[in-house]
């Protein structure tokens, strides 16, 4: 009985912390469908959408647009650690066409892995979501098959 008062007690002592929200881009996540298919059942449409990694995104501080993350370092003052840096710094949202060259329609994903926006920015790391837009797909391929089709037509020598 003691241990569960107590557990319950130190519960109202944990502390939440999230990353802040940026209001200088909007995050819209471009739409994606997709088939599964099964034996039995044929092929059926599913529906989500994509988000890009937040290591490709503007992270800044939650009260000016000092950057919090520069090339592979936290900035010690605004993120000591996982806790504060929450805190202290905001994630921006996503401009997918023109930064990154990410573009969709129905079931087609286009990506640029080139782009000039602002400045150069090379490559995009994608996650596919699921129909509400709150949790990664999972693929789990035990005894399935995954396919896509890359269309290299228009690809350098």
């Known amino acids: 009985m003691f241990l569960k008062a107590a557990l319950t007690a130190l519960s109202f002592l944990a502390v939440v912390s999230a990353q802040q929200v940026g209001n200088n881009t909007a995050e819209t996540h471009p739409k994606l469908s997709w088939q599964k298919c099964t034996e039995s059942g044929g092929c059926v449409t599913q529906f989500g959408a994509v988000v890009l990694d937040s290591n490709w995104r503007w992270t800044h501080t939650t009260t000016g647009y000092t950057n919090c993350y520069t090339g592979n370092e ?14 202290n710094c905001a994630l921006e949202g996503a401009d997918y066409p023109g930064t990154y060259g990410v573009t969709t329609g129905g079931n087609a994903l286009t990506l640029k892995y080139v782009t000039f926006a602002s400045q150069k920015n090379v490559g995009s790391r994608l996650y596919l979501l699921n129909s509400d837009g ?14 896509f089709d890359v269309d290299v037509s228009q690809l350098p020598c």
Not at 136 to 141: M, P, S
């Open 74 to 87: 936290w900035n010690s003052s605004l993120c000591p650690d996982g806790a504060t840096c929450a805190q």
């Open 134 to 147: 709150t949790q990664y797909e999972i693929f789990k391929l035990v005894n399935q098959e995954f396919t």
